[in-house]
């Protein structure tokens, strides 16, 4: 993953502290809405607000650990979604509602840079997925 682009992405999630849990508000119920099914591949309770906070900030810092576990992260991801039976559609509805979603929560923050970013990213996270996802039906 080019450096690059992981501190675009990153730069673009620094500017949501002190409104993670507004993110984290914004985020889930769109996600939820969009692809109901999503919400069993998140802890009992990710209706609560304090939950999905958690969530979140285990998902941030996921993303600033070491590249691998990152990636490990996105094929579990893959891997459970395969699991349940989902299509890796979803994926693609996870991804892209996160960064709607980030880009609302900025608002004049957001840089063109950032949407290219992500656009690589997801590109990047898709992939792994997808490699989790063929793990479980091997």
């Not at 849990?21 to 692809?35: C, G, M, S, V």
């Not at 998140?42 to 990152?70: H, R, S, T, W, Y």
């Amino acid at each position: 993953m080019d450096h690059l682009i992981r501190s675009q992405c990153q730069h673009s999630l620094d500017l949501l502290v002190g409104r993670e849990d507004a993110f984290a508000q914004a985020f889930f119920p769109l996600l939820f809405q969009r692809a109901p099914q999503l919400k069993s591949l998140f802890p009992k309770g990710i209706d609560d607000p304090m939950v999905q906070l958690d969530v979140l900030c285990q998902m941030m810092i996921a993303f600033v650990g070491d590249e691998e576990a990152l990636r490990t992260g996105m094929r579990v991801i893959g891997f459970r979604l395969a699991m349940r039976g989902m299509q890796m559609d979803y994926c693609e509805v996870m991804a892209n509602t996160f960064v709607g979603a980030l880009k609302r929560q900025l608002g004049n923050s957001w840089q063109s840079d950032f949407a290219y970013a992500w656009r690589i990213m997801k590109e990047e996270a898709l992939t792994a997925m997808e490699d989790g996802a063929g793990l479980m039906a091997a």
